[in-house]
């Protein structure tokens, strides 16, 4: 079987890789594919994803070798390498680590993030996006993301899809630190209009 490793932050599961560990281990893939769900056993989310499959714990000697064995790593962070998993005994294994890169977006890019996500940099097999415009931008903005059709996904959020999974109507405040959203200061106070 292939080995997959899915990956959100190593200390909460509450981003697009946990929403794919959780679709993972709930359709026919589960039995065709061993995949793991990389988070620490410390944090409060563990519990909660273990009821959906195998975890390892970051930072272990199973964790370094199933980089090593691993079909694909899925990410929602980006940048992560063989010099972020095994940091100094990173010229020893580099070239034993061969699997697919598959990039689940974090959120959506609002410019052009090219510099530290192009092929050459991130080298994503899959490079997810989250709507038209973001789709369109990789693809086309003066070829500076690198990638070609069949690299590119549109997708959406897979952590969006559990919002809908509640039916209750609520309504959410999010506070903003863009400025364009958050209107002018008002006079002699730090509030914001």
């Given at each position: 079987?292939?080995?997959?490793?899915?990956?959100?932050?190593?200390?909460?599961?509450?981003d697009?890789?946990?929403?794919?560990?959780?679709?993972?281990?709930?359709?026919?893939?589960?039995?065709?594919?061993?995949?793991?769900?990389?988070?620490?056993?410390?944090?409060?989310?563990?519990?909660?994803?273990?009821?959906?499959?195998?975890?390892?714990?970051?930072?272990?000697?199973?964790?370094?070798?199933?980089?090593?064995?691993?079909?694909?790593?899925?990410?929602?962070?980006?940048?992560?390498?063989?010099?972020?998993?095994f940091?100094?005994?990173?010229?020893?294994?580099?070239?034993?680590?061969?699997?697919?890169?598959?990039?689940?977006?974090?959120?959506?890019?609002t410019?052009?993030?090219?510099?530290?996500?192009?092929?050459?940099?991130?080298?994503?097999?899959?490079?997810?996006?989250?709507?038209?415009r973001?789709?369109?931008?990789?693809?086309?903005?003066?070829?500076?993301?690198?990638y070609?059709?069949?690299?590119?996904?549109?997708?959406?959020?897979?952590?969006?899809?559990?919002?809908?999974?509640?039916?209750?109507?609520?309504?959410?405040?999010?506070?903003?630190?863009?400025?364009?959203?958050?209107?002018d200061?008002?006079?002699?106070?730090?509030?914001?209009?």
């Amino acid at each position: 079987k292939q080995i997959w490793l899915i990956r959100d932050n190593e200390k909460r599961a509450k981003d697009s890789g946990s929403e794919m560990f959780k679709f993972y281990s709930q359709n026919e893939y589960k039995d065709k594919v061993n995949a793991y769900f990389i988070l620490d056993r410390n944090c409060s989310d563990y519990d909660k994803m273990k009821v959906y499959g195998k975890i390892i714990q970051p930072d272990s000697f199973k964790y370094k070798l199933y980089h090593l064995l691993a079909n694909k790593l899925i990410d929602t962070r980006g940048g992560i390498n063989g010099k972020y998993i095994f940091k100094d005994d990173y010229i020893y294994v580099n070239d034993l680590i061969n699997w697919e890169y598959i990039w689940l977006i974090h959120g959506i890019m609002t410019r052009n993030e090219s510099t530290w996500t192009n092929k050459f940099v991130l080298n994503a097999k899959l490079f997810a996006t989250c709507n038209q415009r973001e789709y369109e931008s990789v693809l086309l903005e003066d070829n500076s993301y690198g990638y070609n059709q069949s690299e590119v996904a549109l997708t959406g959020l897979p952590r969006h899809d559990s919002l809908f999974a509640d039916k209750q109507k609520k309504i959410l405040f999010l506070p903003t630190w863009r400025k364009h959203l958050a209107g002018d200061l008002i006079p002699g106070t730090s509030d914001r209009s």
